[in-house]
């Protein structure tokens, strides 16, 4: 189970950090990942993290202003979103996938993220 929180209302310029606090399963053999999906747009991919070696991968547009770090003790994901822009609105999402998988299959429920100009 996957549950996200630390989302809402911030100026633009300004900045948050979401958690993504996973239960029931050990992650040293997945890829935990962000992705948002704003009103009338499709999904899209944040970054990720591998759990077991910390390696991150970012989209090009937040890249410099978005960071992922992982805790392994906690079994949580952060997402420091730092710089925020009125087009980073939108509902995030964790998730995790398997590296015997393609797809991500488990979900967190969403957070929104509001960015006001």
């Known amino acids: 189970q996957l549950q996200a929180s630390g989302g809402g209302l911030v100026q633009a310029g300004g900045s948050l950090r979401l958690s993504c606090v996973v239960s029931?399963?050990?992650?040293?053999?997945?890829?935990m990942a962000w992705f948002r999906q704003a009103t009338g747009k499709e999904r899209e991919f944040v970054g990720s993290?591998?759990?077991?070696?910390?390696?991150?991968v970012y989209a090009d547009s937040v890249k410099g202003r978005f960071t992922i770090s992982r805790d392994k003790a906690k079994n949580t994901a952060y997402l420091q979103m730092n710089s925020l822009k009125p087009e980073d609105t939108a509902i995030y999402y964790c998730?995790?996938?398997?590296?015997?998988?393609?797809?991500?299959?488990?979900w967190g429920q969403g957070t929104q993220v509001t960015v006001s100009s």
């Open positions: 029931g399963r050990t992650l040293s053999n997945y890829v």
């Open positions: 998730a995790a996938q398997h590296r015997a998988q393609a797809e991500y299959t488990s």
């Open positions: 993290v591998n759990w077991s070696i910390g390696r991150v």
